[in-house]
């Protein structure tokens, strides 16, 4: 498809002229939802993700058909500084997993009833280690958020983007420094499961990172190419393009929160069409939700990427949904109203 951006001032030109909710699918959603079989708000806050989906699907009663789920998978420079417990080559092993059906992501978008894709950026060729300066250059981060937007499917009715990227958890808590300051202890947790030493080089390089970079420092598209990878930046892309859509987002942990809110700090309401489909186990994780306003669906401790925790929530989304458009009003049911 011919790209409507070919640099980054046309994505942020992008991002600034991004679609709203629809406020007539709202008000008929709001009153189909006052006539159901059901006290007012008895179903909680399942009454307004149900609302929330039918303003951004443009429908009062709206169904999920096509659910996506997109993974990305980078290499990072920055593992060079020993911030992982694993060898970069696992990104490669993992991507093969993944087109082979073996991970887990594979079978909760199977239950979830979602079409899984799988893109892998430039494996071969890591981002530059960004404690030594930007991890990429404004191309690389265009090519990226390329791959991105070009990954969703336009049919699709609600999306999920995760990730896979051997050092991610650094490049994530080195965004989140950069966009909302604090220390690098605060936002540098263990990933993968790294030990108390790899810990503290962890936060080392967090920190260097974000020195090396002073540009990044409250500038979300800048931390994304000065912090990020190739994935993240990616996710970013496919959530930009989700909006253009008008498809709605569940957002996944830490990782893939990072890249959104690098989304939300340059574009304020530019998440808008996203829920967070969980708060996972990395230590940072809700405190990046709490920065940019989103109150998480399940809280199950998982830490595994992947976009794992978003495909679950995806059956949340739908179980409102199902209730929403399937139920039958008072009238329909003939149940007196109270």
């Avoid at 893109?119 to 930007?134: M, V």
């Avoid at 051997?166 to 965004?175: E, F, L, V, W």
């Avoid at 108390?196 to 990044?216: E, R, S």
């Avoid at 190739?230 to 957002?251: D, F, H, Q, S, T």
Wanted: charged share 15%; net charge negative.
């Amino acid at each position: 498809m011919t790209l409507p951006f070919q640099t980054m001032d046309e994505f942020r030109k992008l991002l600034q002229a991004a679609p709203g909710p629809d406020q007539t699918a709202l008000d008929g959603a709001a009153a189909r939802n006052g006539q159901l079989t059901k006290p007012p708000g008895a179903l909680g806050r399942l009454e307004d993700l149900a609302l929330w989906y039918a303003s951004w699907r443009g429908d009062a009663r709206p169904s999920i058909d096509a659910p996506q789920v997109v993974i990305f998978a980078g290499n990072h420079g920055v593992t060079a500084q020993g911030v992982s417990a694993f060898p970069p080559e696992v990104t490669v092993q993992m991507v093969a997993n993944f087109e082979a059906g073996g991970a887990a992501i594979n079978q909760l978008s199977n239950s979830a009833g979602a079409k899984m894709d799988v893109h892998a950026l430039e494996l071969d060729r890591p981002t530059a280690d960004f404690t030594q300066g930007p991890a990429m250059s404004e191309a690389e981060l265009v090519d990226a958020l390329a791959t991105g937007w070009n990954a969703v499917d336009p049919n699709a009715d609600l999306l999920v983007t995760g990730e896979m990227g051997i050092g991610n958890t650094t490049s994530a808590a080195a965004i989140c420094l950069a966009l909302f300051g604090g220390d690098a202890g605060d936002w540098t947790g263990r990933g993968t499961g790294v030990d108390d030493a790899g810990l503290a080089v962890k936060t080392k390089a967090v920190a260097a990172g974000v020195a090396a970079n002073p540009g990044a420092d409250g500038n979300g598209m800048e931390a994304l190419r000065c912090l990020g990878g190739r994935e993240l930046a990616a996710m970013a892309g496919a959530i930009a393009r989700a909006r253009a859509e008008r498809i709605p987002v569940i957002l996944d942990g830490f990782i893939c929160t990072a890249a959104a809110a690098a989304l939300e700090v340059a574009q304020p309401g530019a998440l808008d069409h996203t829920v967070a489909g969980h708060a996972s186990a990395e230590g940072a994780h809700k405190a990046l939700l709490a920065k940019i306003g989103k109150d998480p669906l399940l809280a199950l401790g998982l830490r595994l990427g992947e976009g794992s925790g978003g495909a679950l929530a995806i059956t949340i989304l739908k179980s409102a949904i199902a209730c929403h458009s399937g139920m039958a009003t008072f009238a329909e049911a003939g149940v007196a109203a109270g």
